[in-house]
């Protein structure tokens, strides 16, 4: 079955330093991903995506890296703010058929 | 554009009870979706519809109905709620667009007792 997962549950870093998020799926047909932050009470919050024709995509101080040969992707924060404190999942999308995968979040802590 | 939205906000129920969550969005989106997020754990999707007029189960759709009121609503109920139901449900809508993404309303909080 598909499955899309993070590598860890928790990542604690000081506020400037940049952070690296990781996640890895499983369907190698998969072609859409997204990168979620969803802060404490609220629903999750697009940040930044990707399609598979791309190795790189840059956004305002994020990066999603995707490397497909072994299925996994990265987000990168640079110059950590407190603000970015917030769970971060990757999905899987598939607009044309309706469907998504999500992982299971990983927690980031940013240290003042 | 209120976006998704989501009522309650909270609820409690008693096992046994019954309740309907609504969902509406005002993006004319095709695609909506109804998730429950356990403490500490990612979404697990219930059902999903993919347009107006159809709908699919997804990872967890036992003990949850879902009706596909028209194209802006999408309504999931708990016909007998258990304590094993208690969790945070958001719904979701998404367009048809090459890089559509998915928008989500801010969840609702159900306990049942």
């Known amino acids: 079955g598909e499955s899309v997962g993070l590598h860890l549950p928790t990542l604690s870093v000081q506020e400037g330093d940049n952070s690296i998020i990781n996640c890895a799926y499983s369907?190698?047909?998969?072609?859409?991903f997204i990168w979620y932050k969803q802060e404490s009470g609220k629903g999750p919050q697009f940040i930044i995506d990707?399609?598979?024709?791309?190795d790189k995509r840059q956004g305002q101080r994020v990066t999603v890296l995707l490397n497909k040969t072994v299925k996994h992707l990265s987000l990168q924060i640079a110059a950590t703010q407190p603000g970015d404190s917030a769970v971060y999942f990757c999905?899987?999308?598939?607009?044309?058929?309706?469907?998504?995968?999500f992982g299971d979040g990983t927690t980031l802590t940013v240290k003042p | 554009n209120a976006g998704v939205t989501q009522t309650p906000k909270f609820q409690v129920l008693k096992t046994g009870q019954s309740m309907t969550l609504q969902c509406a969005q005002d993006?004319?989106?095709?695609?909506m979706y109804w998730y429950r997020q356990d403490p500490g754990m990612g979404l697990r999707l219930i059902y999903y519809?993919?347009?107006?007029?159809?709908?699919d189960k997804g990872e967890v759709p036992n003990g949850y109905n879902v009706s596909r009121l028209n194209k802006r609503e999408f309504s999931l109920r708990l016909e007998s709620a258990a304590p094993s139901q208690t969790s945070v449900y958001f719904c979701?809508?998404?367009?048809?667009?090459?890089?559509?993404?998915?928008?989500f309303g801010p969840g609702t909080r159900l306990t049942v007792l």
């Open positions: 999905a899987e999308i598939a607009p044309w058929a309706g469907k998504s995968t």
């Open positions: 993006m004319n989106h095709n695609s």
């Open positions: 369907n190698s047909a998969s072609d859409y």
């Open positions: 990707i399609r598979s024709n791309m």
């Open positions: 519809s993919a347009s107006e007029g159809t709908t």
């Open positions: 979701a809508s998404m367009g048809r667009g090459r890089m559509d993404t998915q928008y």
